[in-house]
């Protein structure tokens, strides 16, 4: 079984480097042309099932995607990015200044340390990779599942695969729209591919 | 630092599924047009420097890049594929049937094993780190490296620059003539991508 996780296209806050967590942020402009993107270079590919995150910059995404396949999108809130709790819509700035002890503390271990009234990396891990296992259970192995989610959600998934320590999830890259590919066989879970966006730069007309 | 590292083309071998090692084996016509479609990808990325296993298969793959740029090719036997000792030239079905006890104690720990008459992806993991670091200190931090090597070769230093057991490096695929980047500062590496073959695609072509 092929599983593509994709991350979604860029919202204002990317842009603005602020912490959204849950927030409902939708696509801009560049973040539609960037689901665009991935959707066309997808749009041969023949795809089984479409999953989503429930938060509408992934489900927007998705939509996309969906566009060019007879299938309908399955959200799953299992999927969403990690919890920033009083974090959200915050800069890194901001919270630097304003929570100057647990912000020490998340940059010492920014897998295990929770964002303040929110969920750490470790449990978005966890969770992820429940609702991971049951969409391999439901699918047979010949198939190509789809799965549209968030940055943190894909390398905390990741992480669990590799078996890296959590807290180096931030040296994982993971750009908007780029596709990282798991392939699932008897012998378990591999890493096909990490974050090919090589779609998205062509699609701003540049060299790849 | 920004350091692609680019696997060689296909050659007879990996067609065939054997085991090469150090075998000094060439491209084959697949593999020549692998190494072709690199070299137009990365033809306008900026490359300070180019290095190469000194293994055929490598260093004819980066003859194919270094035809874009005006660039001398540095061979480096620190960046060899792993030496498979007995393994050489036969199969997996091949490897189980005549050493089984070696082939059971790969599977249980196929980082650590030692392969009959080779090197363990551990020691390999080791000299290869070493080579780079070497490359790392030759050149200025801002620098761009190309770094033409083997599949097993770059799966061991991600294991390194991830700090994965090394028993993991299974759990990763590299393709013939695939892209694998990594960001380094302040002696931490940060994975851009790791086995980005977009370029095989063939509405990617040009």
Not at chain 2, 77 to 104: C, K
Not at chain 2, 107 to 123: C, D, F, I, N, R
Not at chain 2, 134 to 139: E, L, M, T
Request: with cysteine; aromatic share 8%.
């Amino acid at each position: 079984m092929d599983i593509l996780l994709i991350r979604h296209g860029e919202t204002h806050y990317n842009t603005e480097h602020r912490i959204y967590g849950h927030a409902q942020i939708p696509l801009n402009e560049r973040g539609k042309l960037q689901a665009q993107a991935v959707a066309n270079r997808l749009k041969d590919t023949p795809i089984d099932a479409i999953y989503s995150s429930d938060l509408v910059r992934a489900y927007a995404t998705a939509q996309s995607i969906a566009a060019h396949h007879p299938l309908v999108v399955n959200t799953d809130a299992g999927f969403r990015e990690v919890d920033v709790g009083r974090w959200e819509h915050l800069t890194e700035a901001d919270v630097a200044r304003t929570f100057a002890t647990e912000y020490a503390d998340f940059r010492t271990r920014p897998g295990e340390a929770p964002y303040l009234g929110g969920e750490s990396f470790q449990q978005v891990q966890k969770r992820a990779w429940h609702v991971l296992e049951r969409c391999i259970q439901t699918h047979a192995d010949a198939q190509t599942i789809c799965i549209v989610c968030h940055a943190g959600t894909i390398s905390a998934l990741i992480c669990g695969i590799l078996q890296v320590n959590i807290n180096h999830h931030p040296r994982l890259r993971i750009d908007n729209c780029a596709i990282s590919r798991l392939t699932v066989t008897s012998e378990g879970i591999h890493l096909a591919t990490l974050n090919d966006n090589t779609h998205v730069i062509k699609s701003r007309g540049e060299m790849v | 630092m920004y350091i692609v590292f680019v696997r060689h083309g296909e050659t007879a071998y990996n067609a065939s599924g054997r085991y090469q090692g150090h075998t000094q084996i060439s491209l084959n016509e697949r593999g020549f047009a692998q190494a072709t479609i690199v070299a137009q990808r990365l033809r306008h990325s900026r490359i300070d420097a180019l290095y190469s296993s000194d293994l055929l298969r490598a260093v004819q793959t980066a003859e194919a890049i270094a035809a874009h740029h005006s660039l001398h090719i540095h061979q480096h036997s620190g960046f060899r594929e792993i030496d498979v000792g007995l393994w050489e030239h036969l199969t997996v079905s091949e490897i189980a049937s005549q050493y089984p006890q070696h082939y059971a104690t790969y599977k249980q720990t196929p980082g650590h094993a030692v392969y009959t008459g080779g090197e363990s992806y551990a020691l390999m993991q080791l000299r290869a780190m070493d080579a780079l670091m070497q490359v790392i200190a030759q050149h200025p931090t801002d620098s761009s490296i190309c770094i033409v090597c083997h599949g097993g070769t770059i799966r061991a230093m991600i294991c390194a620059f991830l700090h994965i057991d090394i028993n993991y490096y299974p759990h990763m695929w590299i393709d013939n003539c695939a892209i694998t980047s990594v960001h380094y500062q302040n002696g931490v590496f940060r994975i851009g991508t790791i086995n980005d073959n977009a370029h095989a695609e063939a509405d990617w072509r040009e």
